[in-house]
């Protein structure tokens, strides 16, 4: 088979995966599917006889495994018509812990049997349950994340003191995870003796319902409530689980009693939590609530060149430039990014260039270049309203005019990446303030204006053809 046959064969198998994600996408809800799903980085072997899926820690790895992996092997077979074997292994050390799926294994366990994350053997490598991989050294700084950044610094130099407890939220993928093992780490760097646990939410509902099956609550207290430094991740995972919340408004405020730290993260802040019952939301906004944001560009380049050269290889700058400018959502993504090049690269043994990354990313880039831009929605608009294209940096006034702008200003918004200083820019120089007061009426009068609902369906089916 020739170089080129094996890369439409991995194009091939990616589709098996990412049809395989699209149905998942239809079967589970949306937050499920963000969360456990969307992040995923699937292998094919060329045959499809074998999916690996690449999860981004041990936790991860278990839940998949127990909640998921029944689903996505017959979902594969369905869709390939032979068996495919799954297995699920870690992103970061791939090669160290795999596991493998039998093809019938169950479905949908209780939380409570999601099996224990620590094998035996090996209580002292899970205690903490750190990442010692994710520190402060190779998590890169930028706007985004420099107030989250600082802030979980200074925690980890004197836990218990200042912003107690440390909120910390932001979307998916963008380093929440990274940032409280780093925090975890750096403090058991300076005081080995330090009682750390790192803990997804899931995980500890788990240990709830363990414990409330086997009636070690004594145990759970102790284990918990002894702690010097709590770091929980994505708590909006506490929704709806009265008990769970019940068990760590205790935690929290045995640990703050005795000046313990407590790190948590969401994918929202506070008050935007669904379902957390209020005490709970008051106490994780009384200490520092800080966001992390999506790395701006010369973050994403910094990111890119740090993460090539822990591999061991080198990107050149430019190179970065170009997968930074494509690769905008999250670093997750980024990283999968560059997985594919660095493995493209090793593959056809080419030196990485902008051309080598082109290639190696032309699936994603040709969803890019599908992507709707704002000249686009200004010619379609403009057709669909008769008005001139021109009409749509005009500084005409009247309200035939005024209006189909006003609505392309709105889908220009929905539909695209850009920003409402980047809009105003392209509707003839307006200013950002002129775009949002678009975006914001038309978005109000779709709510009562049937024809106009209507109207802007059309145009968004033509748009995203
Ligand atoms: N600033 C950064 N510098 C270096 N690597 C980063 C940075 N931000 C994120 N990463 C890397 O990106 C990947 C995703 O980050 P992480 O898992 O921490 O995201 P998250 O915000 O916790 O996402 P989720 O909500 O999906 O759990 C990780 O491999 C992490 O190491």
């Known amino acids: 088979m020739s170089s080129h046959d094996d890369f439409d064969a991995a194009n091939a198998g990616q589709?098996?995966?990412?049809?395989?994600?699209?149905?998942?996408?239809?079967?589970?809800?949306?937050?499920?599917?963000?969360?456990?799903?969307?992040?995923?980085?699937?292998?094919?072997?060329?045959?499809?006889?074998?999916?690996?899926?690449?999860?981004?820690?041990?936790?991860?790895?278990?839940?998949?495994?127990?909640?998921?992996?029944?689903?996505?092997?017959a979902l594969l077979q369905d869709l390939y018509g032979q068996p495919v074997q799954l297995e699920l292994a870690l992103a970061q050390r791939e090669s160290v812990v795999r596991t493998y799926i039998r093809p019938a294994a169950p479905q949908a366990l209780e939380?409570?049997?999601?099996?224990?994350?620590?094998?035996?053997?090996?209580?002292?490598?899970?205690?903490?349950r750190l990442n010692p991989a994710l520190t402060f050294e190779t998590l890169v700084e930028g706007t985004a994340n420099r107030m989250a950044r600082s802030a979980a610094m200074h925690v980890a130099g004197s836990p218990g003191h200042l912003y107690n407890p440390l909120f910390i939220y932001g979307g998916v993928g963008l380093g929440k995870t990274h940032l409280v093992h780093a925090v975890g780490n750096r403090l058991l760097q300076d005081r080995a003796d330090a009682k750390v646990l790192y803990i997804h939410a899931e995980q500890f509902v788990s240990d709830v319902v363990k414990s409330y099956q086997r009636r070690t609550f004594d145990d759970f207290k102790a284990r918990y409530h002894s702690l010097d430094l709590l770091l929980i991740d994505d708590v909006q995972f506490?929704?709806?689980?009265?008990?769970?919340?019940?068990?760590?408004?205790?935690?929290?405020e045995a640990l703050l009693a005795k000046k313990s730290h407590i790190v948590m993260t969401s994918d929202t802040y506070p008050k935007g939590l669904a379902n957390i019952h209020e005490r709970l939301v008051s106490r994780f906004d009384s200490g520092l609530t800080v966001a992390i944001e999506p790395p701006e560009l010369e973050m994403r380049v910094a990111i890119l060149i740090n993460k090539a050269r822990s591999e061991g290889s080198?990107?050149?700058?430019?190179?970065?430039?170009?997968?930074?400018?494509?690769?905008?959502?999250?670093?997750?993504?980024?990283?999968?990014?560059?997985?594919?090049?660095?493995?493209?690269?090793?593959?056809?043994?080419?030196e990485v260039s902008i051309q080598l990354a082109r290639e190696a990313l032309r699936d994603l880039l040709s969803i890019q270049n599908r992507q709707i831009s704002v000249e686009n929605i200004q010619k379609t608009v403009a057709d669909y309203y008769k008005i001139k294209v021109a009409d749509m940096y005009s500084k005409k006034r009247p309200a035939s005019i005024a209006r189909?702008?006003?609505?392309?200003?709105?889908?220009?918004?929905?539909?695209?990446?850009?920003?409402?200083?980047?809009?105003?820019?392209?509707?003839?120089?307006?200013?950002?303030?002129?775009?949002?007061?678009?975006?914001?009426?038309?978005?109000?009068?779709?709510?009562?204006?049937?024809?106009?609902?209507?109207?802007?369906?059309?145009l968004e089916q033509t748009l995203k053809g």
């Open 15 to 73: 589709g098996l995966w990412q049809a395989c994600a699209e149905q998942l996408a239809q079967e589970l809800p949306e937050q499920q599917f963000n969360t456990w799903i969307k992040p995923l980085a699937a292998q094919v072997a060329p045959d499809f006889s074998r999916v690996t899926l690449l999860v981004a820690n041990r936790f991860k790895l278990d839940w998949i495994r127990a909640q998921y992996a029944g689903r996505i092997t």
């Open 238 to 252: 506490f929704a709806n689980k009265d008990r769970t919340q019940e068990e760590f408004f205790n935690a929290f």
């Open 314 to 350: 080198e990107m050149p700058e430019e190179v970065a430039f170009f997968v930074a400018k494509n690769v905008r959502s999250n670093v997750r993504e980024l990283e999968g990014a560059l997985r594919k090049i660095l493995a493209y690269s090793r593959f056809n043994q080419k």
């Open 404 to 458: 189909p702008r006003q609505i392309a200003m709105y889908l220009a918004k929905e539909l695209t990446q850009k920003s409402l200083p980047e809009i105003g820019e392209l509707f003839g120089g307006r200013d950002h303030t002129t775009v949002l007061h678009a975006v914001r009426k038309i978005g109000a009068e779709r709510q009562q204006l049937t024809e106009l609902n209507q109207q802007l369906h059309v």
């Open 111 to 128: 939380p409570a049997d999601a099996g224990q994350v620590a094998p035996a053997g090996d209580e002292g490598a899970f205690r903490t």
